[in-house]
């Protein structure tokens, strides 16, 4: 049973405007997660996080939001840039998960100039 | 540099045999993860380790299997029970405590059965 879902398997964003990137989750025992980016052959990078104590998070272009009512978090980037073309996967974690992970199946992102 | 580096990149491997992914980290963490990654999917635990001489099945363990005898090691074996081992497979490596929410990644390294 998938815990973290990311229904969006791409996205097409023009050069300098908004990326909204959206993830679900069903386990209400996550209390962090995490923003992963990701080029074809190469591991995952972290971009950014947010812990439940908190609704936003901000990093220069890239703001993680966090609605924990509904079960649902967001990245936003702004503004787009094509070297943002990536598959971006989100991930969660908590107390009771056992030091594990949860990562959503990812979205192709592609930033067109 | 600090880091996790994964070997080899890239590996092929004849149907039923078994064959060993590599996992080293300099980064003095406690925990590490392996994950595969298939087309179109997200990453699949494999098997995780949170410390030294321990370690625990992940969502797909069935046809792989772990050791870690050393804090910066943690090698993967595919064995040839694994019935579809051709994947992209990542490492990671995690710190434990206070601060230690985030999982960082190796480069990955390519199986291919041929």
């Known amino acids: 049973d998938q815990q973290v879902k990311q229904n969006s398997p791409s996205l097409s964003v023009q050069e300098g405007r908004i990326s909204i990137l959206n993830c679900d989750y069903t386990?209400?025992?996550?209390?962090?997660f995490l923003w992963y980016k990701k080029y074809p052959a190469e591991g995952p990078t972290f971009l950014i996080s947010?812990?439940?104590?908190?609704d936003k998070n901000e990093d220069g272009r890239f703001t993680v939001f966090l609605n924990k009512s509904a079960k649902h978090l967001s990245l936003h980037i702004v503004p787009s840039q094509p070297g943002d073309s990536a598959v971006y996967f989100c991930?969660?974690?908590?107390?009771?998960?056992?030091?594990?992970?949860?990562f959503g199946t990812g979205t192709s992102l592609t930033v067109i100039p | 540099d600090g880091g996790i580096t994964q070997s080899p990149k890239y590996l092929f491997r004849k149907e039923g045999q078994n064959v060993t992914l590599s996992c080293e980290q300099n980064?003095?963490?406690?925990?590490m993860y392996w994950y595969r990654q298939d087309p179109g999917q997200g990453l699949r635990l494999i098997y995780y380790?949170?410390?030294?001489?321990?370690?625990q099945k992940g969502d797909i363990a069935e046809g792989y299997s772990v050791s870690r005898e050393k804090k910066e090691s943690f090698p993967l074996t595919v064995t040839s029970a694994q019935k579809n081992p051709t994947a992209f497979y990542l490492c990671?490596?995690?710190?434990?405590?206070?601060?230690?929410?985030?999982?960082?990644f190796g480069e990955g390294s390519w199986l291919t059965v041929v």
């Open positions: 386990n209400s025992m996550f209390d962090y």
């Open positions: 380790s949170q410390i030294v001489n321990d370690f």
């Open positions: 991930a969660a974690s908590g107390l009771g998960t056992g030091n594990q992970f949860y």
């Open positions: 947010i812990s439940s104590i908190k």
């Open positions: 990671a490596s995690k710190a434990q405590g206070a601060g230690g929410n985030t999982i960082y």
């Open positions: 980064l003095n963490h406690d925990a």
